[in-house]
Structure formats: C-alpha cells, structure tokens
C-alpha cells in the first residue's frame, strides 16, 4: 500500500522488558513524526526526523525512549524497562517536508499494553 | 506554549441534524490548523486544514474557518450522517522552522443515531 505502515500493531510486553516498534513511512517522505496517544487523549509528540537527522526530541518522556531513522526512511521507536505508565497508541506520520501547510500522514498505530 | 482547546464530548446527534464542534488554540505567530477524524479501529485521517486567516477548510460536508481574531476553527457540519460517527481532533502547526509537530486537543467524540 502506499500510506504509513507500523508493526506490529498490538504488543503486550511485560513491565521491565524492552520493545522496539517500526515505522515505514511514505516513500519519498522527507519528514517523520512519531505521537504518543494516551487512552481518551490527543496525540502527543514525541520526536521529529528529518531524513536521518533527529531535529527535535523534545517530546521524549524519559531517557528510556529512544529512536532512530538511520537510512533516512524506515524508524525505529524503542522503549527500555517498560513501565505501566507507557501503555499507550503510538502513532508514526509522515509528510513531504517538515516545515510548511504539508500534511501528515499517519500510520494505524501499535497499540502498547505493559503488563 | 501551543495548545489546542477542543469541546468536551461525547456529543450525540440524531441524523441530519446540525454539528458544530468548537475549537479554539494558542500559539505564537500564524499557525495552520487542522481538523483530523478517527474512525473506530483506525488511524487519524485528515479532514480538512487552513492555513491563513480567514481560510476556509471543506472536506465531505465538514467546514470551518480560520478565526484569527476569536482564535478559533469550529467544526461544523449542516447534516450528519450515522457514517460520520468518530473522535474529531483539532490541531495546529507551526508554519516556520523546524517547529512542525501538531500541537492536538483532547478529540471530541461524536455520536450520530438514527
């Protein structure tokens, strides 16, 4: 297909253990978002690549977030020793460019349940 | 810092009746605005945006202006549809810069019955 695809789309995971969730965004998309979507909330950001450069993670709830986009296209969002309180959707979108009217366009999610 | 003031759902409808969804934001300087729509069990899709004064955003039967001076971008919809039934978010975003996340409200779930 050619919209934003995110696996897996459910994980359970036990609370200390790491988990690493994926993003494929557009191709061709220059921008990359990723969104932290509590139960009942908005969409909060989290972090911002442009190509591979990570310009801003501002957004990043602690030091056991962590993510990457190495090649400038496919990113990886990883969160170490889970905790309960990172139960949440976590939404990746994507845009031509960073800046500007572009919109973004956005994965299904991977809906994070932390045991 | 930005933010984004949504109405406080659930709102329920019978159909063909009239929506409006409220929405208003803070920010500094000029931002675009969006309405996003959330069907259940799937992602956020774009509804409509504006990105100047006075824009008007139009998308399936939704429409809502860009109201710099009320700083508001209400929803609204002449007659609603049992299809239309979601969670609506509005959102800003910064135009210049690197400052391009979308700032969301809280989402307004709306309910439409027969």
């Known amino acids: 297909g050619a919209g934003v695809s995110q696996s897996p789309r459910y994980k359970v995971a036990k609370r200390g253990q790491d988990v690493a969730l994926r993003c494929d965004p557009i191709?061709?998309?220059?921008?990359l978002f990723w969104y932290q979507q509590a139960l009942g909330q908005g969409p909060e950001f989290l972090t911002y690549f442009q190509n591979e450069a990570q310009l801003d993670k501002s957004g990043l709830p602690s030091d056991r977030f962590f993510a990457e986009r190495p090649e400038g296209s496919v990113s990886t969002l990883k969160i170490q020793r889970t905790q309960q309180e990172d139960s949440a959707v976590y939404l990746c979108a994507s845009s031509l460019q960073g800046a500007g009217n572009q919109p973004q366009h956005f994965g299904d999610g991977t809906r994070l349940s932390i045991l | 810092g930005d933010s984004v003031t949504q109405m406080e759902g659930p709102v329920t409808l019978s159909e063909e009746a009239f929506l409006t969804i409220n929405c208003t934001y803070t920010a500094t300087g000029y931002p675009s605005l969006f309405w996003y729509v959330q069907y259940p069990g799937e992602g956020l899709q774009l509804l409509l945006k504006a990105t100047k004064a006075d824009d008007k955003g139009s998308n399936k039967g939704f429409e809502a202006t860009y109201r710099k001076e009320t700083t508001s971008f209400h929803l609204e919809k002449g007659s609603v549809q049992v299809s239309d039934s979601a969670v609506y978010f509005c959102?800003?975003?910064?135009?210049?810069?690197?400052?391009?996340?979308?700032?969301f409200g809280t989402g307004t779930r709306l309910q439409v019955t027969l």
């Open positions: 191709s061709g998309h220059v921008s």
């Open positions: 959102a800003l975003r910064r135009v210049a810069g690197t400052a391009s996340k979308l700032t």
